[in-house]
């Protein structure tokens, strides 16, 4: 979740740890996906197979889109 503390937001986990602070609510909520995208990742063995060095990951909501095919 994100909390607004002082000037920063803040995402906080479940747990109630501090996951980083970020000046606007968009950092914050970005910061939040990513976090969500390997939360899921770790338990999602067949999408972790699926990627590749050469793959990009967008997260769009919570669920990761895959893009094969990315070049250096």
């Known amino acids: ?3 607004k503390i002082g000037l920063k937001y ?3 986990a479940e747990s109630g740890r501090k996951m980083g602070s970020y000046a606007t609510k968009k950092e ?3 910061r939040l996906k990513q976090i969500e995208f390997f ?8 999408l972790r197979q699926t990627l590749g ?3 990009l990951i967008e997260v769009h909501g919570h669920k ?3 893009l094969q095919g990315v070049r250096d």
Do not use: C, D
Request: proline content about 4%; hydrophobic content about 40%.
């Open 10 to 12: 803040v995402v906080v």
């Open 39 to 46: 939360k899921h990742l770790s338990e999602n063995r067949s």
């Open 64 to 66: 990761p889109v895959v």
């Open 53 to 55: 060095k050469k793959t």
């Open 1 to 3: 979740m994100i909390k």
């Open 28 to 30: 914050a909520t970005r």
